[in-house]
């Protein structure tokens, strides 16, 4: 069983930045793909990055490649989303999700752990 608890929402300006944590427990956690997905009001939820068990692969969606940044510290059971240029599209409750079978499944939206999510708020 593993435990995700999410961090480090907040309200902010377009354009400035903002770090997302994401605190797992269990013992296994270095074995676990990560990724993050978010949910704007009345829209479905989308993927945004996810991470490999090692921090040696890395996808993220179209709409936030190069503004954001997935990493993980599997030294202390975490992983975040470094959001740079923040854009009022970027609204969302954020969720990160985990799943021992690999990236394809977290990006499918199938993984098997979620968090309770955060609330990023992007003001133009």
């Known amino acids: 069983q593993v435990q995700l608890v999410e961090s480090g929402g907040g309200l902010v300006r377009a354009g400035a930045s903002l770090r997302l944590s994401c605190a797992a427990s269990?013992?296994?956690?270095?074995?676990?793909?990560m990724g993050w997905f978010r949910q704007a009001p009345g829209k479905e939820r989308e993927f945004v990055a996810a991470?490999?068990?090692?921090?040696?692969?890395?996808y993220y969606a179209d709409s936030v490649k190069g503004r954001f940044t997935i990493s993980r510290d599997n030294a202390k059971n975490s992983v975040y989303l470094q959001m740079n240029s923040l854009k009022s599209d970027d609204t969302a409750v954020y969720y990160c999700?985990?799943?021992?079978?690999?990236?394809?499944?977290?990006?499918?939206?199938?993984?098997?752990?979620w968090g309770q999510g955060t609330q990023v708020t992007v003001s133009s």
């Open positions: 269990g013992r296994t956690f270095s074995t676990y793909a």
């Open positions: 999700v985990a799943d021992a079978r690999g990236t394809a499944t977290v990006r499918r939206a199938n993984g098997d752990y």
């Open positions: 991470i490999n068990w090692s921090g040696g692969n890395t």
